[in-house]
């Protein structure tokens, strides 16, 4: 609205003195004003703009996004040279880190933004964050890895002790003295084994060269699937998530389209291959 009415505003100021209406223009003063303020509202509409796209990742976007509009509302209302877009600057500022200053602290988000080969830890603005979200992924990468291990079968012996070994071990499968320690040793190996397998595959993923911030994350992640078998499981799960609810209200906008009064007897498989096959059309 404010940007029409900047650049119509010769016409409105001839409009408005030819009309019988107490409505003054807007005056000089007041136009700078609204450029100011439209310098200052520009980032959240590029911002918006970005985050309500469907044909890419988007949720690993908010806590870098976050990180940007600081920067650029900071560095815009040092710019400006009227009082009231100063003071605008600062109640956009203040709104923002109220809405989204937990975003660090929200667990999907922050695993999502380390899944990104754009941002990895450097989309974050705060280093413990990024230091807390490195280790939950290493947590639920070595949980997927001792999901995916199967128990090994025991070794057979040979030699001159093999006699002895077996009968020690069947003695201590009959009376079981020492199963739970046995059964408390092994699990500890295989913890200790998964957690040091997962932390070289994430500490191997975050040395690997950044992805250009306009490629696609899901493309280097089908190309090094191989590489990084079990941060690929976890990067599909998180990088789904949409940022916001846009894509949803598309699909209701385009079924009212298509579901009307003159179209109510489509059949359940028509509207789905109208609303879900063919929304981009």
């Known amino acids: 609205m404010l940007q029409r009415l900047y650049e119509q505003r010769e016409p409105?100021?001839?409009?408005?003195?030819?009309?019988?209406?107490?409505?003054?223009?807007?005056?000089?003063?007041?136009y700078n004003i609204i450029q100011e303020s439209l310098s200052l509202?520009?980032?959240?509409?590029?911002a918006t703009t970005e985050l309500s796209e469907e044909q890419r990742v988007s949720a690993s976007k908010l806590i870098p996004l976050y990180r940007m509009l600081q920067h650029k509302l900071s560095q815009k209302k040092g710019?400006?040279?009227?009082?009231?877009t100063a003071q605008l600057g600062t109640h956009l500022q203040e709104g923002l880190h109220s809405r989204c200053g937990g975003y660090e602290s929200?667990?999907?988000?922050?695993?999502?933004?380390?899944?990104?080969?754009r941002f990895k830890n450097v989309g974050f603005g705060n280093p413990a964050k990024a230091q807390e979200a490195e280790k939950q992924?290493?947590?639920?990468?070595?949980?997927?890895?001792?999901?995916?291990?199967?128990?090994?079968?025991?070794?057979?012996?040979?030699?001159?002790?093999?006699?002895?070994?077996?009968t020690?071990?069947?003695?201590?499968?009959?009376?079981?003295?020492?199963?739970?320690?046995?059964?408390?040793?092994?699990?500890?190996?295989?913890?200790?084994?998964?957690?040091a397998d997962a932390t070289v595959e994430v500490k191997k993923y975050l040395k690997d060269a950044f992805l250009p911030r306009t490629h696609d994350p899901l493309?280097?992640?089908?190309?090094?699937?191989?590489?990084?078998?079990?941060?690929?499981?976890?990067?599909?799960?998180?990088?789904?998530m949409p940022a916001t609810?846009?894509?949803?209200?598309?699909?209701?906008?385009?079924?009212?389209?298509?579901?009307?009064?003159?179209?109510?007897?489509?059949?359940?498989?028509?509207?789905?291959?109208?609303i879900f096959l063919n929304k981009n059309l």
């Open 12 to 30: 409105v100021g001839a409009a408005l003195s030819n009309l019988n209406s107490d409505t003054a223009p807007l005056t000089s003063f007041e």
């Open 41 to 46: 509202l520009q980032p959240f509409k590029l």
């Open 79 to 84: 710019q400006s040279a009227q009082e009231s």
């Open 106 to 117: 929200f667990r999907a988000l922050a695993l999502a933004t380390l899944l990104d080969p």
């Open 137 to 166: 992924i290493t947590l639920e990468c070595a949980s997927l890895m001792r999901s995916n291990t199967a128990t090994p079968e025991p070794q057979s012996t040979s030699g001159p002790s093999s006699s002895s070994s077996t």
């Open 168 to 195: 020690t071990s069947t003695t201590e499968t009959q009376d079981s003295l020492w199963e739970l320690f046995d059964s408390r040793i092994h699990e500890t190996q295989a913890i200790h084994s998964a957690t």
């Open 219 to 240: 493309s280097y992640w089908k190309e090094r699937a191989v590489i990084f078998p079990h941060l690929y499981v976890l990067a599909k799960k998180y990088l789904c």
């Open 245 to 274: 609810s846009v894509p949803c209200e598309r699909i209701f906008s385009k079924a009212g389209e298509i579901i009307s009064k003159k179209r109510s007897r489509l059949s359940p498989s028509t509207a789905e291959q109208l």
